[in-house]
């Protein structure tokens, strides 16, 4: 069936630099796309959203990006912190679904000091 | 501002055992989920809620129930616990369709 993945499972990066984590969805009918940051031992924390009619949406700090001809989705951390250290998932919403959001497996980000 | 709170936070049952897991928003949302989260899989849909009095399956309904008899509240039960069912539990809450989903912090669930 068609899902939402991440390319890489784990991505370290220097404190400072920016971080880049990826995303790729196969429904080309999604029209809504999310990410979430996950610490341990907390539930998912919403971060920044767009939706098919955009291909960028700029949050503090962040930037998502979207590639609807790739099917690619993008979550940019800029000047990354050690509190930004967490699991990174992305989500679509297929319409018709009833807002059910299908998720990927996620991304570990570690920043080092 | 509490947002999304289920209890318990943790909880170890016996196969056979029932329980039910107990989500509360503050944030007058119409939408209800209870996801479940295992290692190396993303969250996956249990059951889900568009309203007071609805519940629909999702993903990964069998060996669970919901009720949502109050619009604050979503209930999620296991009748007859088994060990598959081992995992953490997160609900959410949104306002609307395509909107973000507001989790909780999880029920962490061990079934021995």
């Known amino acids: 069936g068609e899902s939402v993945g991440l390319h890489l499972p784990t991505l370290s990066v220097q404190e400072g630099d920016n971080s880049i984590i990826n995303c790729a969805y196969s429904?080309?009918?999604?029209?809504?796309f999310i990410w979430y940051k996950q610490e341990s031992g907390k539930g998912p924390q919403f971060i920044i959203d767009i939706r098919s009619n955009m291909d960028k949406r700029q949050g503090q700090r962040v930037t998502v990006l979207l590639n609807k001809t790739v099917k690619h989705l993008s979550l940019q951390i800029a000047a990354t912190q050690p509190g930004d250290s967490a699991v990174y998932f992305c989500?679509?919403?297929?319409?018709?679904?009833?807002?059910?959001?299908?998720f990927g497996g996620g991304t570990r980000l570690m920043v080092k000091p | 501002n509490a947002g999304v709170t289920q209890t318990p936070k943790f909880r170890v049952l016996k196969t056979g055992q029932s329980m039910t897991l107990l989500c509360a928003q503050d944030m007058n949302h119409e939408y209800m989920y209870w996801y479940r989260q295992d290692p190396g899989m993303g969250l996956r849909l249990i059951h889900y809620?568009?309203?007071?009095?609805?519940?629909a399956k999702g993903e990964v309904p069998d060996g669970y129930n919901v009720s949502r008899l109050k619009k604050q509240n979503f209930l999620l039960g296991l009748e007859s616990a088994a060990p598959s069912q081992t995992s953490v539990y997160f609900c959410?809450?949104?306002?609307?369709?395509?909107?973000?989903?507001?989790f909780g912090d999880g029920t962490r669930l061990s079934i021995l």
């Open positions: 429904n080309s009918a999604s029209d809504y």
């Open positions: 959410a809450s949104s306002r609307q369709q395509v909107q973000p989903q507001h």
């Open positions: 989500a679509e919403n297929i319409p018709g679904a009833g807002n059910m959001l299908t």
């Open positions: 809620s568009v309203g007071e009095g609805t519940t």
